[in-house]
C-alpha cells in the first residue's frame, strides 16, 4: 500500500488540505508579500514527475525559454502536491502546473491570488483495470484507487460509476453496487494491482502505460473518451507576476506554447527527453513506457476500440495531445461536474460557485490568446478559429 514518502501520500493529502483550507495560505501569502519583489526574477519551474508536465519541461530542455530572452533555473521536481503548492505559495517557484480542481480549490477554497494562464496538456488519462474485469459494470463490489479527490480523474470516475449504476463508498467492504474508492499515489498504483490490493485506478500517464507494459493491468477506458479533450493539468501563475510584470508573462507563455506545438511533431524525441535515460533526468519513467503513450503504434488504437477502452473512435483523440487555449466551456462543466462528485473536506466554496463565474474568474487568457495569434492562431493546433467550444462528454 502507499508509503509515506510517496507521490501522493495520505500526509500529502493532509497537507495540502491544511493549506487550501479556509486561512490557511495566509502565512505563506503573507510571508511571500513581504519579501522585496524580485522584478528580474528568472522562471523557476515547479513539477511533479508525470506526463502533465511536458510542456513546461520541453520549455526547458529545448531552450524555448531562453529563446524569449527569459533567465530560466532548472525545473524542480516535487513528490507531492502539497509541497508544490507550498513552493508556490511561499514564492520558491513562480510557474507550476497543477490538476484543474485543485486550482478550484486553491483560488476559491483558500482565495491564493493566482490565475489559470493555459491548459498544459489535453487527455492523457485512463482507467485501468485488472485483466479479468471487462467493464466499468465489473467494478461494483470492488476497491478502485483515485490519485486525489480534486482531480479530474475522481470527477470522471465517479461520471462513469453513476452511469453504470455504481455508489461511491469510501470505507468498508463495498456492495455489488458499490465501488470503494481509495487515495493512492501512482508510483504505488501498479504493484497494487497486480498484487491484487485494489481492482483498478485511474491515473495520469505514464501509469497506465506501465501497467500494459508490465501486464499487470489493461485500459478499461479513457478519459479523452468520456469528455473529448478535457484538460486535465493546467499552467497556473501568480497575479502579480501577471498584472506587474506583464512582459515577462507573456515570454513564459510563448515558450509554453512554442513548447506544445514542438512536442506535437517531435513525439519520440519527447519521449526521449522526459524519460530516465535523458541526462536531464526529468522523470523516473523509461523511453519504452513513454513511447506508448505518446508515439502509440496504429495497432494500438484498433485494439482499444475493439475491447471498449475506446468507444468514440470518430472524435481521434490522442493518447496525450497538447494545445494551451483554456476554452471558458470547459471551466464551466468541471465546476458543474465537481459539484456532483464527492470530494473530501469541507465544500461549501464549490457548493457555492457559480461555474460561468469561475470560467470567467478563474483564467487570465490574454496572455495564451497573443501567443496563439503569433504563431498562427488555434489552427497552429489543428483546431477551429474561434476562441468558444461545446463540451461533450459521452460515458
Not at 514564492?91 to 482565495?111: C, D, E, F, M
Not at 465517479?158 to 458499490?178: F, H, Y
Not at 506544445?260 to 522523470?283: F, G, I, M, V
Request: a negative charge; aromatic letters at 8%.
Amino acid at each position: 500500500m502507499p508509503t509515506e514518502d510517496s507521490l501522493f501520500s495520505r500526509r500529502d493529502v493532509m497537507r495540502l488540505a491544511a493549506l487550501l483550507g479556509a486561512g490557511g495560505a495566509l502565512p505563506l501569502l503573507n510571508a511571500r508579500a513581504a519579501r522585496a519583489a524580485e522584478p528580474d526574477a528568472p522562471v523557476r519551474i515547479g513539477y511533479l514527475p508525470i506526463t502533465d508536465a511536458t510542456p513546461l519541461l520541453v520549455a526547458h530542455g529545448k531552450g524555448f525559454f531562453e529563446a524569449e530572452g527569459l533567465q530560466v533555473e532548472k525545473p524542480v521536481l516535487f513528490r507531492g502536491w502539497s509541497q508544490i503548492v507550498e513552493a508556490f505559495l511561499a514564492g520558491q517557484v513562480n510557474v507550476v502546473h497543477l490538476l484543474s480542481p485543485i486550482t478550484v480549490w486553491a483560488r476559491y477554497g483558500s482565495k491564493v491570488p493566482a490565475k489559470v494562464v493555459a491548459w498544459n496538456h489535453t487527455s492523457g488519462s485512463g482507467l485501468t483495470a485488472a485483466n479479468d474485469i471487462g467493464s466499468v459494470k465489473e467494478l461494483g463490489g470492488k476497491t478502485v484507487a483515485i490519485p486525489y479527490w480534486y482531480s479530474i480523474h475522481n470527477a470522471v470516475l465517479q461520471k462513469l460509476l453513476r452511469e453504470n449504476g455504481l455508489k461511491v463508498v469510501t470505507s468498508g467492504t463495498p456492495a455489488a453496487d458499490e465501488v470503494n474508492l481509495v487515495l493512492m499515489s501512482p508510483s504505488d498504483m501498479v504493484p497494487a494491482l497486480a498484487s491484487g490490493q485494489i481492482a483498478g485506478y485511474i491515473v495520469a500517464e505514464p501509469f497506465n502505460a506501465a501497467a500494459e507494459v508490465n501486464q499487470v493491468g489493461k485500459v478499461l477506458r479513457f478519459t479523452g473518451d468520456v469528455w473529448k479533450d478535457h484538460a486535465c493539468c493546467l499552467v497556473f501563475m501568480q497575479e502579480d507576476d501577471l498584472n506587474n510584470r506583464p512582459e515577462w508573462s507573456q515570454k513564459v507563455v510563448n515558450a509554453m506554447v512554442k513548447a506544445q506545438l514542438w512536442t506535437r511533431d517531435n513525439r519520440a524525441e519527447t519521449a526521449e527527453l522526459l524519460s530516465s535515460a535523458n541526462p536531464q533526468k526529468y522523470t523516473p519513467h523509461s523511453p519504452e513506457i513513454l513511447a506508448r503513450v505518446l508515439t502509440p503504434a496504429e495497432a494500438d488504437e484498433a485494439a482499444y476500440v475493439a475491447s471498449g477502452a475506446i468507444r468514440h473512435p470518430e472524435w481521434r483523440e490522442r493518447r496525450i495531445d497538447f494545445q494551451p487555449y483554456p476554452f471558458p466551456s470547459y471551466t464551466e462543466e468541471l465546476v458543474r461536474l465537481l459539484k456532483e462528485t464527492e470530494v473530501a473536506g469541507d465544500r461549501a466554496f464549490l457548493d457555492a460557485l457559480d461555474p460561468a463565474f469561475a470560467a470567467q474568474d478563474l483564467v487570465d487568457d490574454r496572455f495564451v490568446r497573443k501567443a496563439l495569434q503569433d504563431i498562427g492562431g488555434l489552427a497552429a493546433f489543428g483546431l477551429p478559429d474561434a476562441w468558444t467550444r461545446e463540451e461533450v462528454l459521452q460515458a
